[in-house]
């Protein structure tokens, strides 16, 4: 339904801009003062200059208006074209996020300019002058500069998409957009972490390849490890059913990890997806206490001893 709507969206929006572009065409046909028909096609003859008393006409105006409603739904268009192509995948969305963010800008530049030409100004100077400033203001910008390639190489290698889960310094969380200059993160609280691109150096991407939750569970000195290694082959085979919606494996027992001070430390581990880890490790944690508590195997916890002299 929704795509149907946004196709619906860009059909009009195309029909719009056909009928503002016959209308900067044609001014004969706008729906006005056949005196303002007259100096519109005047004005856009003469290239939309200033009148000889340096002051704007109604003429320009309205063809300013125009070209400004016909940039913006431009704009708007190829925004929808872009959300209907990025639907077909995480790794789509990124670049046609990333587009779209540039889009705008070139939107707001052409606007400008092409306003500038229709009230008369040289733009062909201004843009010149631009040109300089911008080289000065460039030196002061490198920042900028470097979030904006950084951003073009993480796209263009495919380091991370949107909805990809990644590890950034003390942060992990969700990628949200990635726009020209910053990627946001959702963290697990719903907060949103802001990084400028050139930023993002050292980071783990967790939705790549399935994910391994691993615990530790210690059992007492006294428990024969021969006994429980046995119960584990027949127990742990099928344990993928106890969640499926978490597990995409079944537990599996690793060996003795580390012979500690009050108990033996053996090591489980599941194959789930980073969207469910945290789950994941929490089920696995309560299934191997069961397992142990149901066949009689001591779980060591720290113990006071009061002696009465």
Not at 168 to 193: A, C, F, M, Q, W
Request: with cysteine; aromatic share 8%.
């Amino acid at each position: 339904m929704n795509k149907k709507k946004s196709g619906a969206k860009v059909y009009i929006a195309m029909v719009i801009v056909a009928i503002i572009a016959l209308f900067l065409a044609n001014p004969s046909w706008l729906p006005v003062s056949a005196e303002l028909k007259e100096s519109i096609t005047d004005a856009e003859r003469s290239n939309l200059i200033f009148t000889h008393d340096g002051k704007t006409t109604a003429a320009q105006l309205v063809t300013l208006a125009l070209a400004i409603c016909l940039v913006w739904l431009c704009y708007q268009i190829v925004k929808l074209i872009l959300k209907l192509i990025g639907k077909r995948g995480s790794r789509t969305f990124t670049v046609t996020e990333m587009l779209t963010g540039l889009l705008k800008y070139i939107a707001v530049v052409a606007a400008v300019v092409w306003g500038l030409t229709i009230l008369g100004v040289d733009t062909g100077a201004v843009l010149a002058g631009v040109g300089i400033i911008g080289l000065i203001i460039g030196f002061g910008a490198q920042s900028l500069i470097e979030d904006i390639i950084t951003g073009a190489f993480i796209i263009f290698e495919n380091q991370y998409s949107v909805g990809d889960i990644i590890v950034l310094d003390d942060v992990r969380g969700v990628v949200r957009s990635i726009g020209v200059r910053t990627t946001v993160i959702e963290d697990d609280g719903g907060n949103l972490k802001v990084v400028n691109n050139s930023d993002i150096r050292n980071f783990q991407n967790r939705s790549r390849v399935d994910s391994l939750a691993i615990i530790i569970c210690a059992v007492s000195y006294k428990s024969d490890l021969r006994k429980l290694e046995k119960l584990m082959r027949e127990a742990l085979p099928g344990t993928k059913e106890n969640h499926p919606e978490l597990y995409l494996s079944d537990i599996r027992y690793m060996g003795v990890d580390e012979l500690a001070e009050s108990g033996v430390n053996l090591k489980f581990s599941v194959y789930t997806s980073e969207e469910t880890f945290f789950q994941a490790r929490r089920a696995l944690n309560r299934d191997v206490k069961l397992l142990l508590d149901d066949n009689g195997f001591e779980i060591p916890f720290p113990q006071v001893v009061v002696h009465q002299g």
